[in-house]
């Protein structure tokens, strides 16, 4: 028979490089196109600065570096929409911003608050709180937003400015 006289050795060997080159022509396809095609719709986002695409146990997480944006929920639920309908599906994305050690102290005065907030529902006494830690800290300005999906805060101080995205908790 024909085929007992085949050379096994060399099919299995190019089937191997065949697997090989295959392998690395999907993964390149995919940083090359897929993350780079949705790296550039939201590069092009005017409120970006920057975007970084990380790959770690089979998870993508962008990091979006966002310029000083006059609504942070509007910006956000922007860049999300990019981002679902983009390939690859994002993990996680990590919002960056040009805070200052006097903001994230701030931050951290009301972070206690802003949890508390995110639990029970109470988000005209986490104005009032708010606002009272941001008249003691004498900064430019703040901007806190309610919505189904989260708690958007925005705090400003001359060119430095603080963004705080928490997620509210999932209605079954």
């Known amino acids: 028979m024909p085929w007992q006289r085949s050379n096994w050795k060399l099919i299995v060997v190019v089937s191997a490089v065949s697997l090989v080159a295959l392998i690395a022509i999907h993964v390149v396809w995919?940083?090359?196109?897929l993350e780079g095609s949705l790296l550039r719709s939201l590069r092009k986002d005017a409120d970006v600065l920057s975007v970084t695409l990380e790959t770690?146990?089979?998870k993508s997480i962008a990091l979006i570096e966002l310029?000083?944006?006059a609504r942070l929920a509007t910006t956000i639920r922007r860049l999300e929409s990019i981002s679902e309908t983009g390939r690859p599906h994002l993990s996680e994305i990590i919002w960056k911003d040009n805070s200052s050690p006097r903001l994230d102290q701030l931050y951290q005065e009301m972070h206690y608050a802003l949890y508390e907030?995110?639990?029970s529902g109470a988000f005209v006494l986490l104005s009032t709180r708010v606002n009272e830690a941001v008249s003691l800290a004498s900064i430019d300005g703040?901007?806190?937003e309610v919505d189904d999906n989260a708690l958007y805060l925005?705090?400003?101080d001359a060119e430095h400015y603080l963004y705080r995205v928490i997620p509210l908790p999932v209605s079954p």
């Open 67 to 69: 310029k000083n944006v």
């Open 142 to 144: 703040y901007v806190l």
């Open 56 to 58: 770690s146990n089979n």
């Open 30 to 33: 995919q940083r090359m196109m």
């Open 117 to 119: 907030a995110r639990l």
């Open 154 to 156: 925005e705090l400003y």
